[in-house]
């Protein structure tokens, strides 16, 4: 069973409005949650975090909250770019379960100037 | 210089052939991974270590098997490769010292079995 789900494979939006990219997960134990960025023929690269004490965490253009009862969270970025355009990931862990990185399937992001 | 390098980046190969691909980083970290990544699937963890003497099964490990040769070398070799093992695949670290999880990935290594 998948335990950190993106159910839209792909989202499309204009430049200058708002992207939000969502994910849920099921395992009631994950008390971190990682965005990751991955561009064609790189590795992905982290890009924000929250932990479970929190419900948002802001960097820069990205925000990410966090509702824990609903086992969801969200990565806003505003406004996007046309450099946003990627692939997304989720990623959660819990500390019992030695830190490891559980990921989601991923979200490719288009930003159309 | 990147800081998690993967050699090679691209192979192609046979089946039945032995391969090793190879990680190493400068980054200091004590923790390394390799995961792969298929289309759709997003990416799964095969091992995983958390120092030189500590080495763990992650979700898919059949098939594979690793080497931490020293804190910076983590290499992880498909013994007789087969079709399915075609994929891309990473190498991150991680710094237990930090206190933060996020982990820090090579450039991939895609690999081919034909």
């Known amino acids: 069973d998948q335990q950190v789900k993106q159910n839209s494979p792909s989202l499309s939006v204009q430049e200058g409005r708002i992207s939000i990219l969502n994910c849920d997960y099921t395992?009631?134990?994950?008390?971190?949650f990682l965005w990751y960025k991955k561009y064609p023929a790189e590795g992905p690269t982290f890009l924000i975090s929250i932990s479970s004490i929190k419900d948002k965490n802001e960097d820069g253009r990205f925000t990410v909250f966090l509702n824990k009862s609903a086992k969801h969270l969200s990565l806003h970025i505003v406004p996007s770019q046309p450099g946003d355009s990627a692939v997304y990931f989720c990623a959660a862990s819990n500390q019992g379960g030695s830190e490891k990185l559980v990921f989601g399937k991923g979200t490719k992001l288009t930003v159309n100037p | 210089d990147a800081d998690v390098t993967q050699t090679p980046r691209n192979r192609i190969t046979k089946t039945g052939k032995r391969i090793m691909l190879e990680c190493s980083q400068t980054k200091g970290h004590d923790r390394m991974y390799w995961y792969r990544q298929d289309p759709g699937l997003g990416l799964r963890l095969i091992y995983y270590s958390f120092d030189v003497k500590d080495i763990n099964k992650g979700e898919i490990s059949d098939g594979y098997s690793v080497s931490r040769q020293a804190q910076a070398k983590f290499s992880l070799s498909l013994e007789s490769a087969i079709p399915n093992q075609t994929a891309l695949y990473f190498c991150a670290t991680s710094d237990r010292r930090t206190g933060k999880r996020s982990q820090h990935f090579g450039d991939g290594t895609r690999l081919s079995i034909l």
């Open positions: 395992n009631s134990m994950f008390d971190y």
